[in-house]
T-cell receptor
């Protein structure tokens, strides 16, 4: 069964304390991996698209990377406004099946001032 | 430019009642989606549309119907609400590929 696992479930950081969130997947026919940010009471906000192993994307304090089995979202010198739940989603095109997008459960990040 | 707008934002229903959730986008996007988000689970696709007049089933379509009569609107209907449909419902859209890029702020639906 295709699975997307995000770890940790929750992460507390001090302002300026860099860390990484993980998204690992056991899927067949990976087409792409996507990161979103979700604030409480809001819909997800699209952050990054990654298509191939070795690819990297950056936006402000965030950098997303992709390997053959996992993706990392690196947060450098985070600020309290980076507090949110970060979701990853994997786009599959399995053999004999129709294309689909599988979301992980998310990592809730809290950055304390 | 409002993006994706969902109405209502909150609703409480009794079991067996029906209702329609409305989604409107002003970006001229071809693709629109309805997802549900439940505690401890990832977002799950209910139905989607690849253009005006088209709809297709997603991962969890049972108990829901949809319509896309106009390109900018995507409606989600519950004909006979059940407590298992208590959830937060998100509408989303995208211009080309089948990956949602713009989400609304959700409809919080409770069914008693």
């Amino acid at each position: 069964e295709d699975q997307v696992t995000q770890s940790p479930e929750a992460l507390r950081l001090q302002e300026g304390e860099s860390s990484s969130l993980n998204c690992s997947y056991t899927v067949s026919g990976l087409r792409g991996l996507f990161w979103y940010r979700q604030d409480p009471g809001k819909g997800p906000e699209f952050l990054f698209t990654l298509y191939s192993a070795g690819e990297e994307k950056e936006k402000e304090r965030l950098k997303a990377t992709l390997t053959k089995k996992e993706s990392f979202l690196h947060i450098t010198a985070p600020k309290p406004e980076d507090s949110a739940t970060y979701l990853c989603a994997v786009q599959l095109n399995p053999r004999g099946g129709s294309e689909k997008l599988v979301f992980g459960k998310g990592t809730k990040l809290t950055v304390n001032p | 430019n409002a993006g994706v707008t969902q109405t209502p934002k909150f609703r409480v229903l009794k079991t067996g009642q029906s209702m329609t959730l409305l989604c409107a986008q002003d970006m001229n996007h071809e693709y629109m989606y309805w997802y549900r988000q439940d505690p401890g689970m990832g977002l799950r696709l209910i139905h989607y549309s690849v253009g005006e007049g088209t709809t297709a089933k997603g991962e969890v379509p049972d108990g829901y119907n949809v319509s896309r009569l106009k390109k900018q609107n995507f409606l989600l209907g519950l004909e006979s609400a059940a407590p298992s449909q208590t959830s937060v419902y998100f509408c989303a859209s995208s211009r080309t590929e089948r990956v949602p890029q713009h989400f609304g702020d959700g409809t919080r639906l409770s069914i008693l």
